[in-house]
């Protein structure tokens, strides 16, 4: 800012000398303000046009130097400082919304203590490696990624998940990095090195986002790129036609206005301090939004589909019932379903798991995207998965009461032969209802999509709120459901498992449950939620809502300020100083607009579609 400011008081400077009539020293005072502010933006636009790229600060260099030939230094001198203290403004702006998401890693400690052989020692949190077992107490910062092998406490995940309640955590149970231990000791795992975890990957994330421009930046791009030379063109027709009139001087100074004035100065911010504002401010309360177009797609949505287990369930399930075959025993059917599952990352595994300590010993396995798992138990064929893929033969009766009852069932086969049946229930996460509920009042369809049968899907629907339900869907189904919906209508895609992935690759906007989603689901997601709580859905729609109205709005109001000013410019009725001022308010404004983006409000989760 040092550079601009020094233009700015040089530049009153030179009025107040000419005021008082003090010859030969305004001009003086003013080209030293001219050379201050040049040079934040003169350097530059001659590297961009050796490289043959033309750009906004070539149209001020050209303008600034013909005001000077003409003898306008103090024009040339106000241009100086308002293009420069514009950009300098453009780019706190955008060191504002960077710094804010950089903040994040200021959540990471400096350091860290680590459990050795020899005792406990304290280390740079980037030097910690995986598998080194942490110890956290109560108070401190989680300084990576891991599981709690010792202890239990609470973890308050706010700041990098969104939600403010505390979680209990206990061996087994995750913590991602930044999150701060309550108030007992632990010992923790680490499952990411030091210097890539959750919260660097999310840094990393969003710093790309600006990278992969949305459909407004690309539109305000195609605008500016052609604009540049237009303006060259038109300024050089001007001062053609100067000649020909026989009054060169009059139009070569009306081109040099006329350059000034169709500049596209704020339209080449408009969209991008606006984009990183908010992409910003939704990666604070724990939705990743990996690219411009991903942003201005969500902000679109019209319909949300949502995947049932792990998504709207908890996505902790529990075995409720076994049923078995005659001759088999409950043991035997758990263990070779837990011997298959062991080996799967379907959230109904870990049910099995749970309710089985001792899996069979299966080889060969092999997993049915969307149907279940297969493998060899000694000599015998075993399978484990749903009624469409195994006929549940004999014991059909006993899996029609636990569908209705919103379980799912798993047919367990060994060697052709169905050996039982497992009940299995995901309950309803506690907000899944209030979200669906937010999502209708904004206006947002919501349908289930779901690989379990009708009937457990209905029920759980009912319960969420949800009318349209598309259940008994295979992975290539799910897919195809969506991209039915985006022939009418925008369309999220909301899971978290492998089988997801297709939908979520072919929905307008994929969006992972970041915490507990597999990484091809995350991979093919163009969103990710760090937390768990559905209520971010609703609210992450409304914030993307708003910033692609901001977007639009500084859009088209860089677009009017260069209709308004060009004939204003041309028929002489602004001068240069007036064309300059009118056009870096203009800037400056778009770039307070585009910071708004930024601002979260509870009243997000209200505000009108």
């Not at 550079?3 to 009153?12: D, E, I, K, R, T």
């Amino acid at each position: 800012m040092l550079l601009p400011l020094a233009s700015g008081v040089l530049l009153l400077a030179g009025w107040v000398l000419e005021w008082a009539g003090v010859p030969v020293a305004p001009t003086v005072v003013w080209a030293v303000g001219l050379l201050a502010g040049a040079w934040t933006f003169v350097p530059g636009a001659i590297r961009r046009l050796l490289r043959g790229r033309l750009g906004v600060g070539l149209l001020m260099t050209i303008a600034a130097v013909g005001a000077v030939l003409l003898g306008h230094v103090g024009e040339a001198a106000a241009l100086a400082f308002l293009f420069s203290i514009a950009e300098a403004l453009e780019d706190r702006a955008m060191d504002r919304a960077r710094g804010g998401l950089r903040a994040l890693l200021a959540l990471i400690p400096e350091t860290a203590t680590v459990s050795r052989l020899s005792g406990e020692t304290t280390i740079p949190a980037a030097d910690i490696q995986e598998f080194d077992i942490l110890v956290v107490k109560p108070g401190e910062r989680v300084a990576t990624d891991g599981v709690v092998v010792s202890g239990r406490s609470s973890i308050d995940t706010s700041a990098i998940t969104g939600e403010s309640i505390p979680v209990e955590v206990g061996p087994g149970v995750a913590v991602p990095a930044g999150s701060i231990n309550g108030t007992g000791a632990l010992q923790i795992e680490a499952t990411a090195d030091g210097r890539d975890n959750s919260l660097t990957t999310i840094v990393t994330l969003v710093e790309q986002a600006n990278a992969r421009k949305g459909e407004r930046a690309r539109l305000a791009d195609r605008i500016a790129r052609p604009l540049v030379p237009a303006i060259l063109i038109l300024a050089a027709v001007i001062v053609v036609f100067g000649f020909i009139v026989g009054d060169p001087a009059l139009w070569t100074e009306r081109a040099l206005v006329v350059l000034v004035a169709a500049s596209p100065c704020a339209l080449a911010i408009a969209v991008p301090v606006t984009v990183i504002s908010a992409i910003g401010a939704a990666s604070r309360f724990g939705v990743i939004i990996k690219s411009g177009h991903a942003f201005e797609q969500l902000g679109a949505v019209q319909t949300v589909a949502l995947d049932k287990t792990g998504t709207l369930t908890r996505g902790r399930p529990e075995v409720v019932a076994v049923h078995t075959a005659p001759g088999c025993d409950r043991d035997t059917v758990l263990a070779i379903a837990a011997g298959l599952e062991q080996h799967s990352t379907h959230p109904l595994a870990t049910a099995i798991l749970t309710a089985a300590p001792r899996p069979a010993t299966v080889t060969e396995v092999t997993e049915h995207s969307g149907q279940g798992i297969s493998g060899w138990h000694g000599t015998e064929l075993v399978r484990v998965g749903s009624p469409r893929w195994i006929d549940p033969a004999g014991l059909r009766e006993q899996a029609a009461p636990l569908e209705e009852q919103g379980m799912t069932v798993a047919v367990v086969e060994t060697a052709g032969q169905v050996a039982g049946i497992i009940g299995i229930r995901d309950e309803l996460r506690p907000e899944a209802a209030e979200a669906v509920r937010d999502l209708h009042a904004a206006g947002i369809e919501t349908v289930m999509l779901t690989g379990d049968n009708e009937r457990t899907a209905r029920a759980l629907a009912a319960q969420a709120g949800i009318i349209e339900v598309r259940a008994e869907l295979l992975p290539a189904d799910k897919a195809s459901a969506i991209e039915a919906s985006r022939q009418t209508r925008r369309t999220a895609m909301i899971g978290d498992g492998i089988n997801d992935a297709p939908a979520l690759a072919a929905a307008d906007v994929g969006i992972a449950m970041g915490v507990t989603g597999s990484d091809a689901a995350i991979e093919s997601a163009s969103v990710a939620f760090t937390g768990t709580d559905l209520r971010l859905i609703p609210k992450a729609l409304l914030h993307a809502r708003r910033g692609r109205r901001i977007m639009t709005g500084n859009i088209g109001l860089s677009l009017a300020i260069i209709i308004v000013l060009l004939p204003l410019a041309l028929f002489g009725v602004l001068g240069l100083a007036g064309v300059v001022l009118v056009h870096e308010v203009a800037e400056v404004v778009v770039i307070l607009n585009g910071i708004r983006a930024a601002r979260r409000s509870a009243a997000l989760l209200t505000a009108s579609a």
